[in-house]
């Protein structure tokens, strides 16, 4: 069955830092790949998607890239600051649904 | 100007009971979502509606009914609530099956 794994739980990286969060999937290949982000008390919201022919997408300070050999994606978000500090969710698109990771709660150290 | 909105925001209830959660976006997208986030984070796909058509239906108990009266909302009934339905319930639509989700605020269910 598909499964999805993102690193680590948790992850605490000093603020001004480039904060890297991965995602890694197996047993399918899917068209392309999300990353949300989530606060407590809030739902997800999306951030961005990359196809499976693109390598690398970015927006602002965000960086997302897509190594379909791997079945890996890596989320950066470089020059982190406090307000940064959120669950980040990754999500794949398998038939007519999509599947979250557990998702990576980052925590930008002040 | 919410985009997708849910209702109510929290639910504490017995055991035994049966309750509704309403959602509605004015996206105007075509599909609409119930997902399940458990104590663990995990966010899980219940169902998912496409144009008043249910298009997914993950092994979920029949307890649990959604209905789409109409493309902008997607309710969820759910008889003989038990202590592990405790957990937030949050809506979603997309333009397209599979799409970029756009989720609501979340209801958070607690049952005793």
């Known amino acids: 069955s598909q499964k999805i794994e993102q690193n680590s739980e948790a992850l605490n990286i000093q603020e001004g830092k480039t904060a890297t969060l991965t995602c890694n999937y197996t047993?399918?290949?899917?068209?392309?790949l999300q990353w949300y982000r989530q606060d407590p008390g809030r739902g997800p919201v999306f951030l961005l998607l990359?196809?499976?022919?693109?390598k690398e997408k970015r927006k602002e300070r965000l960086k997302v890239t897509f190594d379909t050999t791997l079945k890996q994606s890596l989320f950066h978000i470089t020059a982190s600051q406090p307000a940064d500090s959120a669950t980040y969710l990754c999500?794949?698109?398998?038939?007519?649904?999509?599947?979250f990771g557990k998702g990576t709660r980052l925590h930008i150290l002040p | 100007d919410t985009a997708v909105s849910q209702t109510p925001k929290y639910l504490v209830t017995q055991m035994g009971n049966d309750k509704s959660i309403k959602c509605e976006q004015n996206?105007?997208?075509?599909?609409m979502y119930w997902y399940k986030q458990d104590s663990k984070k995990f966010l899980k796909i219940m169902f998912s509606?496409?144009?008043?058509?249910?298009?997914i239906n993950e092994t979920v108990p029949n307890r649990f009914s959604p209905k789409s009266p109409d493309k902008a909302h997607l309710n969820l009934h759910i008889n003989s609530l038990e202590l592990g339905d405790s957990a937030v319930y949050f809506c979603?639509?997309?333009?397209?099956?599979?799409?970029?989700?756009?989720f609501g605020p979340g209801t958070r269910l607690t049952v005793l």
């Open positions: 509606y496409n144009n008043k058509e249910l298009i």
């Open positions: 047993n399918y290949s899917p068209a392309y």
């Open positions: 999500a794949l698109n398998r038939d007519d649904k999509i599947i």
């Open positions: 996206l105007g997208h075509d599909t």
């Open positions: 979603a639509s997309s333009q397209d099956r599979s799409d970029t989700q756009y």
């Open positions: 990359i196809r499976e022919n693109e």
